[in-house]
C-alpha cells in the first residue's frame, strides 16, 4: 500500500533514493540488528527528554500529539510534542518544537524545530531535515526559524543548529520527493555505503546482480555513477569494455596508480585477477594487528 510523504520517507531519501521510493511504495524490509539499536537509542532519548520538558514545564505548558495548525500555535505552548504536520501529500511528525521570542503572524513570540537523533554528533541529514521541518514552519507561523535543536546521543546532550536562510535545497528537495511519490516510477538504483545497514540489502543486492549494475563496484560514488551514465555505460560489462592500459614512456616521471573501476570490472568479468603496473611490496619483520569496533554512520570507532 502506497503511503504518504512521511519522516521515514524523508531521512530514507537522505540517504538513497531508492529506499525512499520503497517506503512510498509501502515496501517492508528486514530491519537489521544496527537499525534496531539505533531505533532502539532514539526511543530512549525522546522518552529523557520529554521527561526533563515536562520536569520543567508541567503538562499544563506542553502540548502533546496534535496536529499542527496556526489555532495551535497561537495558543502559545511553551513546548509542543510529537506534532503532525498534515496536508494532502505530507504527513511529517516533528519530535518537537520550541517557544521562543521574536514576533511572527502567532503573536510576539514564533516556534523553532526540535529533533532528536541517535548519533553522537549532529551530521549534514540533520541540519537538512531541520530546515526542511522550518520551512514547513514557516508557512504555519510566517517567520522561518534561523536555529533548531539535536537532542542527540545516549547523554542527550542538546546542540544548537544555525540554519540556513536560503531556502531553495529544502524547497527542491521536498519538491523532488513528492515528483517521486507523484510519478511513481523508481529511480535509478545505486547501491552506497547505507547498504550494509538498510532494511533492503538483500532485495537490492539482488536485482543489483541481476541487472550487472555498475554500483556493484564498491567504492565507486553516485557521481561517478551517473558520469558514466551519461556515457550510455550503465553495467560492469559495459563499463570493462572501456579499459585501455596506456604505456607509460621511458622518461615519464613514476606516478602511484590509482584504482581504476574498469580494470576492477574486466576482471570480475574475466573472473580472473590483474596487476596494473608492477607492484611494490614493503617487507617489514613487524606484524601489527588492530581490533576495531564502532558505529560507522557516526564515524565513531575504537580500537584495542
Known sequence: MATGITREVIESY????????????????????YESLLFDVR??????????????????????????????LRSGAAFILDATLEDDLVSLCFDGLKRIPGPSDLGDFHYIPLLFYEGRKVRKEQRILL???????????????TSGIVWCGQD?????????????????????VKRMHEVGSPPRLILNDHCRFCEFRQRCLDQAVQEDNISLLRGMREKEVRR????????VTQLAHTFRPRRRG????PRVNQHNHALQGLAIRDKKIYVFGTPQLPTSPVHIYLDVEGRPEETYYHGK
Not at 530546515?131 to 522561518?144: F, I, P, T, V, W
Not at 544555525?162 to 529544502?170: E, F, G, P, Q
Open 250 to 253: 621511458k622518461r615519464a616521471p
Open 156 to 176: 542527550c546532550r542538546a546542540a544548537k543548529v544555525r540554519l540556513n536562510r536560503d531556502v531553495r535545497k529544502a524547497e527542491s528537495l521536498l519538491a523532488e
Open 14 to 33: 537522505l540517504k538513497c533514493k531508492y529506499k525512499s521510493y520503497l517506503r512510498q511504495i509501502g515496501e517492508v524490509g528486514s530491519r537489521s540488528d
Open 228 to 235: 558514466y551514465a551519461r556515457k550510455g555505460i550503465l553495467t
Open 43 to 72: 526511543s530512549d532519548i525522546r522518552a529523557k527528554v520529554h521527561e526533563k520538558i515536562l520536569g520543567q514545564h508541567g503538562t499544563k505548558d506542553v502540548a502533546r500529539a496534535v496536529t499542527l495548525t496556526r489555532s495551535v
Open 131 to 145: 530546515e526542511l521541518y522550518a520551512l514547513l514552519l514557516a508557512r504555519l507561523q510566517g517567520r522561518a526559524p
